[in-house]
């Protein structure tokens, strides 16, 4: 009875086939939601339908049966190319997660059986949407739609066969995981790989010189250092942050993976070199995307920041080890209390400074205005002046531009409110449970149509409600991730009690034992 026991609460596992099915779902809906967009419903009748469909698919507009590979490496179609690849990537994400809710946890046998209907079943939703799409203009019909959306499938069910199962096994690892090294070891390579995939987005490859000479010349190339010049401060210093937190992650975590003592011992110099090596990768690869800018400011910034999560990393483990020391002394415990509202008001004055830099981004020149004449620039379908200037169906306004020029507005608004989420989960003191979640997505959301409404009352600038739900779920994500590593933090250590705890819990004890005795008949 006197003995101490640490009680662990068990983690659920993740990656099931429950949460795959719901993840494969949502993938679905969206592909078909994405599909119908701006949703200018034509009806005719479906003969004529047919017909269409017919003359743009199985005919290809009289153009030979290789057109379309053709058509995505000739030089005139470069802009086109990004578009391509995301409808395959779109696919390929989606046949992945339904082999995965098929065939998780189960043999590999039933995978081989699984693929050839998961592949069909991808190619049919293909040419159902390729076919409902006819009555929906401006949506355009193309056979190379449809060979691209089943070569993405087709990848991402090799892909699960290949190495399925042990991705799932790597993600629950990382949920599991204990201790800081353990949790940074886990997350270096998916932080690589994801790295990578953002960097290179989206994937529209050049082939020779000529089109290489086309990107210089079209101002997209920039060997000297800081001499690109945007109209707009603000713009620079978007790319300029953005780049810094992209690779901000690789010197904090590969100081948390091979130890303060290792990395404490390299000069500076050293670290920056080693990021600027891979920073300098990096863009050399964007060199070769059609898309991306090859700028070599963002090579050493990239290293700064490598430089800068080097230094939080090493400080971030001394003051770990400092935490988990277990030497008790009376002033102890009002240390850790004053602690505790410095952080407080540490994190107070970081959210307050997230919220300025926020607004400024959002609602800067800031020259308000509800005179219609100033707002005569917008199109002519758009309302002069007001609420009514909101675009109140989610994505429509994306679909204007190219798909890349949409993963980087999701991106950037996502990405600005995930300090939210980060910062909530630092200063609230109970943090576990949905309720908490579910206030920061409130609030975030709020924030986020709060800054949409003065967007309505700023000239040149649009306001959407899909910036509303992307940003609100980029707090809940910051919050989310937050929360699980602090969780597996302290799941890593365990607590050291001080003598006159112990000593109290042991009289304790030892009196309900006492009573316990003295009332047995």
């Known amino acids: 009875m006197n003995q101490l026991r640490l009680r662990h609460q068990p983690r659920r596992q993740v990656l099931t086939a429950v949460h795959y099915g719901w993840l494969a779902l949502g993938i679905l809906l969206l592909t078909v939601y994405g599909s119908l967009i701006p949703f200018q419903f034509q009806p005719q009748p479906p003969a004529v339908a047919l017909n269409t469909f017919e003359e743009r698919i199985l005919s290809a507009n009289g153009q030979g049966s290789h057109s379309w590979v ?44 699984a693929a050839l209907a998961v592949w069909l079943f991808c190619i049919a939703l293909s040419v159902a949407v390729e076919f409902v799409q006819i009555y929906f ?26 190495g399925g199962q042990r991705l799932t096994q790597w993600g629950r690892r990382l949920w599991s995981a204990t201790g800081v090294s353990g949790l940074a070891a886990r997350l270096l390579p998916g932080y690589l790989v994801l790295l990578l995939i953002v960097e290179l987005m989206p994937f529209d490859l050049l082939f020779s010189r000529a089109e290489l000479a086309v990107k210089y010349h079209e101002g997209k190339i920039w060997f000297v250092p800081f001499h690109y010049r945007p109209a707009e401060t603000s713009i620079l210093l978007a790319k300029t942050l953005w780049n810094m937190a992209c690779f901000f992650p690789l010197g904090f975590l590969k100081v948390l993976v091979a130890g303060r003592a290792s990395w404490a011992a390299r000069s500076w110099p050293r670290v920056f070199l080693m990021g600027l090596g891979f920073t300098t990768l990096v863009e050399f690869l964007q060199l070769f995307v059609y898309s991306r800018f090859f700028d070599t400011s963002d090579i050493v910034t990239g290293a700064v920041a490598v ?18 020391s277990g030497s008790y002394s009376p002033a102890r415990d009002v240390g850790q209390q004053t602690a505790g509202l410095g952080r407080l008001a540490v994190g107070s004055g970081l959210l307050l400074g997230w919220l ?46 190219s798909k890349y020029q949409a993963f980087e507005q999701v991106r950037m608004k996502m990405l600005s409110f995930v300090p939210l989420g980060v910062l909530a989960a630092l200063c609230l003191r109970r943090q576990h449970g949905h ?22 009352f700023l000239p040149g600038r649009g306001a959407d409600v899909t910036d509303v739900l992307i940003e609100g779920f980029g707090a809940w994500l910051g919050f989310a991730l937050t929360r699980q590593i602090r969780s597996v933090l302290g799941s890593g250590s365990a607590t050291v009690e001080t003598p006159e705890a112990l000593a109290s819990r042991n009289g304790q004890a030892t009196n309900l034992a006492a009573t316990l005795e003295a009332a047995r008949p």
């Open 70 to 113: 053709v058509s995505f490496l000739a030089g005139a179609k470069r802009e086109a190319r990004g578009d391509w690849v995301l409808s395959g990537v779109l696919f390929l994400i989606l046949s992945y997660l339904l082999m995965a809710a098929v065939c998780v946890d189960r043999p590999w046998l039933r995978g081989l059986k």
């Open 137 to 162: 203009e401006p949506r355009t019909v193309a056979r190379i739609d449809i060979a691209l959306a089943a070569l993405g499938a087709l990848t991402g069910v090799v892909l699960w066969l290949s």
């Open 307 to 324: 430089l800068l999560g080097w230094w939080l990393g090493v400080a971030c483990q001394a003051y770990w080890q400092r935490d988990s």
């Open 356 to 401: 300025a830099v926020a607004t400024y981004f959002n609602w800067q020149p800031f020259d308000f205005t509800a005179t219609p004449a100033h707002f005569a620039g917008d199109s002519e379908e758009t309302p002069a002046v007001g609420l009514s200037r909101m675009s109140w169906v989610p994505l429509v306004n994306y679909y204007w531009g």
């Open 435 to 456: 309720g908490a979640g579910l206030l920061v997505l409130g609030a975030a959301l709020v924030l986020a149509l709060g800054f949409e409404i003065g967007q309505c």
